[in-house]
């Protein structure tokens, strides 16, 4: 019952937490910290970066209301950020203005997942089996979307979803491939150790009651020199309506992954 009640309080009931990540930007000013998108940081990562360096990482799951929020609030403090979208929440027109602010838009993947649900695929060698048309549909995907952005896309970032969890497949799994990446000009996925290595601690929102992982940003700043903030706009605001079509689609693709037949 308690679980219940903490979803529906963080989906529903939930005030607005925006003044708080706006203290987290000032406060991360405050201190020096140069406040980076994830194309930034990487790009510089062998250079001498700045002494303290927070990264930060919007993951566009949903909410796009929120997230543009956020973009006004990164805005006003001139931070710049990485937005990573899904093909449900493309907005070509948002990315733009991101882009012109010097922030970083992109592409948050999910073809695996998408895969593996579209053909009720229950086994992780079967879907292994079949990333060759995963990564044609990739391709596809991420190519259409640098093309009506009007510029490339240097980094992604993989998308969590609950077919990922249950074949215990994740979907950069799909970028283990350098001819793949090459070929679509990528220079860095979010997971890579090659970015992640130059983090000192990688940060989380979470919903309530936990709100952070693996520690508040708040705590982090001043001790930590570089630190990675991931975040989605649905931990800092509610949306009734979005969190509620968010949900059902949820349900409705759970109750047909259970009901179909094993391939």
């Known amino acids: ?15 607005s937490r925006l003044g708080e990540y706006e203290a987290i930007l000032r406060q991360a000013r405050d201190l020096g910290y140069a406040q980076l998108a994830v ?3 990487y790009r510089s990562r062998d250079r001498s970066p700045p002494g303290r360096v927070l990264v930060h990482r919007h993951d566009i799951d949903s909410d796009l209301r929120t997230a543009r ?3 006004a609030l990164e805005s006003r403090h001139g931070v710049r950020a990485t937005y990573y979208f899904r093909l449900c ?3 070509i027109g948002f990315m733009r203005e991101i882009e012109a602010a010097g922030s970083e838009a992109s592409y948050h993947y999910e ?5 593996a649900k579209q053909w009720r695929i229950r086994t992780p060698d079967t879907l292994r089996a079949r990333f060759p048309e995963i990564r044609q549909q990739f391709a596809r995907n991420f190519d259409s979307i640098a093309e009506r952005l009007g510029c490339p896309l240097a980094t992604v970032a993989s998308h969590g979803d ?6 215990n497949v994740i979907n950069h799994e799909l970028l283990n491939d350098t001819a793949l990446r090459q070929q679509c000009g990528i220079e860095c996925e979010a997971y890579d150790d090659a970015l992640l290595r130059h ?7 979470r919903k309530h009651p936990v709100y952070y992982r693996p520690a508040s940003p708040f705590d982090a700043l001043g001790r930590d020199r570089a630190i990675l903030f991931l975040t989605h706009p649905v931990q800092w605001e509610t949306n009734w309506i979005d969190n509620t079509r968010c949900n059902a689609r949820r349900i409705i693709e759970e ?9």
């Open 1 to 15: 019952m308690k679980i219940i009640f903490n979803r529906l309080y963080a989906d529903y009931l939930m005030p």
């Open 69 to 71: 929020k956020l973009f």
């Open 111 to 115: 073809e695996v997942a998408t895969f």
């Open 199 to 205: 983090i000192d601690i990688y940060i989380s929102d």
């Open 162 to 167: 609950f077919a990922n969890r249950k074949l």
């Open 89 to 91: 929440t493309l907005d």
């Open 39 to 41: 194309r930034d940081f």
């Open 255 to 263: 109750l047909a992954w259970r009901t179909s037949a094993s391939c």
